[in-house]
């Protein structure tokens, strides 16, 4: 089945930015989606289709995918970002939505 | 505004069944595809079924496959999902959630969850 890697946690400062990577197996030929999750909360969409942005969210949220890795990016971090991020696929080959692992962002 | 939510979620022995529902509001239910997303205590986020907007097509994942029933009554808005063999692995918060891309009546995107249901506490016990 299909895999997701995302490095278990990433410690960034206020005002810099944090880059979250999500691994796979050709992932550059998917479309992946980013949610951002706070305790005790439901996920909330942050990018979809590789790169675009639900309403209402901050333009400091982007995304890329290409070859074997996607990246979420969240520029100048503020303490609200603190979360669990988790990207998403559509695995075709199996019929199966797959998450990954998942990244705890911790601002310091 | 949009809302799901969920109810039928509980404390149930190992190898019972439980129902879950789903209820939707604020939007067009029946042109949605929708899904089952789980989240075991502590843990990351398990995708668990998806149906298609008109209910004719479906998938599950192979932990929950010949177990688990994803349905949906548009007439009524609601999304359900049916457990049986409830395991203790089981266990967790579910959620039901919106999902775009080919499951979803003409659309463009390819995917992406814009609505989620605060989710509801299913607990296994052995």
């Known amino acids: ?108 | 505004q949009v809302q799901l939510v969920e109810s039928g979620g509980g404390v149930v022995q190992s190898g019972r069944s439980l129902r879950l529902s789903c209820a939707a509001s604020g939007f067009t239910f029946g042109t949605y595809g929708m899904h089952w997303v789980r989240q075991a205590p502590g843990k990351g986020l398990e995708w668990v079924a998806v149906i298609w907007y008109d209910g004719n097509k479906n998938h599950y994942a192979d932990s929950v496959k010949g177990r688990f029933i994803i349905s949906r009554d548009n007439s009524k808005n609601t999304l359900y999902l049916q457990m049986n063999s409830l395991r203790s692995e089981d266990t967790g918060v579910y959620y039901c959630a919106t999902t775009d891309g080919a499951p979803t009546f003409g659309t463009s995107r390819r995917g992406g969850s814009d609505y989620w249901g605060q989710g509801t506490l299913v607990t296994v016990s052995s």
Do not use: M
Request: charged letters at 20%; one cysteine or more.
């Open chain 1, 1 to 108: 089945s299909y895999v997701l890697t995302q490095p278990p946690s990433v410690s960034v400062p206020p005002r810099e930015t944090a880059r979250i990577t999500c691994g796979g197996n050709n992932i550059g030929s998917k479309s992946v989606h980013w949610y951002q999750q706070k305790p005790g909360q439901a996920p909330v969409l942050v990018v979809y289709d590789d790169s675009d942005r639900p309403s209402g969210i901050p333009e400091r949220f982007s995304a890329s995918n290409s070859g074997n890795t996607a990246i979420l990016t969240i520029s100048r971090v503020e303490a609200g970002d603190e979360a669990d991020y988790y990207c998403q696929v559509w695995d075709g080959d199996s019929d199966h939505y797959v998450f990954g692992t998942g990244t705890k962002v911790t601002v310091l």
